[in-house]
């Protein structure tokens, strides 16, 4: 009986080791391609190639220039945002007169109340139909084309700087002759003056018509703008 139970160990033996290189050199095949697999873009979230490139889905594509003495400024216009400048109860309505599915947006600066809307129209034409009477509203720009950078807007006036050497008789006659009334000297002494116009993108086209006629040393919109707690 020892010899047979000798073979038969031995036999046991040698079936367990074959199973053993069976089974480490199927995990070896299955492994191979899992380990490539595991560094494949798809799973690491790196694009392969152009088509997996798309643009940020809060990217903006409307812009509007304007200077700044006389360096040439851009700014993108939000397509969801507005700015009620002096917000009233009158305000309120008249924006959801506009767009009934407005939702005040919570904002710590005060004199300012944003608003997030959904015009078909566009965010510019809505703030135009929503300024009526003492209810003053501007879109929503940004300093890039995304809604993640700084925001600011118009709530009307422009700041025009005029030579040192024009007296303040001649800059009035000037504001008459232009339609325009000098609501504040910005700076005494120094011939800066806000002038009044609209809120929104209107104060902006006149700031840019007004230092095209060359009679300026510089003419910029009166922006708001946000500022982030520190």
């Known amino acids: 009986m020892a010899p047979m139970n ?26 191979a391609p899992l380990g490539r697999s595991v560094s494949t873009p798809a799973q690491t979230g790196e694009p392969r190639g152009k088509s997996a490139q ?5 990217e903006l594509t409307t812009s509007f220039e304007y200077f700044d003495g006389s360096d040439k400024r851009t700014v993108w216009l ?12 009158t305000g309120r309505e008249a924006l ?6 407005g939702v005040e947006v919570p904002q710590k600066q005060q004199g300012v109340r944003l608003w997030r809307v959904h015009p078909a129209q566009g965010t510019d034409a809505l703030a135009r139909g929503a300024s009526t009477g003492s ?82 040393l510089a003419c910029t919109p009166n922006f708001w703008q946000q500022f982030s707690p520190r």
Request: some cysteine.
């Open 6 to 31: 000798k073979t038969l160990v031995s036999i046991v033996a040698l079936a367990l080791t074959a199973c053993t290189k069976d089974a480490n050199s199927s995990k070896e095949e299955a492994g």
């Open 54 to 58: 798309r643009p940020a889905a809060d």
């Open 78 to 89: 939000s397509t969801e945002l507005v700015a009620e400048f002096a917000p009233t109860e």
């Open 96 to 101: 959801l007169r506009s767009d009934p599915s």
């Open 135 to 216: 209810a003053r509203f501007s879109p929503v720009l940004h300093d890039g084309p995304s809604s993640s950078l700084p925001l600011r807007a118009l709530p009307g006036g422009v700041v025009a700087t005029f030579a040192a050497d024009w007296k303040r008789a001649r800059i009035d006659a000037w504001a008459v002759a232009h339609k325009l009334s000098i609501t504040s000297e910005v700076i005494a002494g120094g011939n800066v003056f806000e002038l009044a116009t609209p809120p929104g993108l209107e104060s902006l086209q006149i700031a840019n018509q007004l230092y095209a006629t060359g009679e300026l």
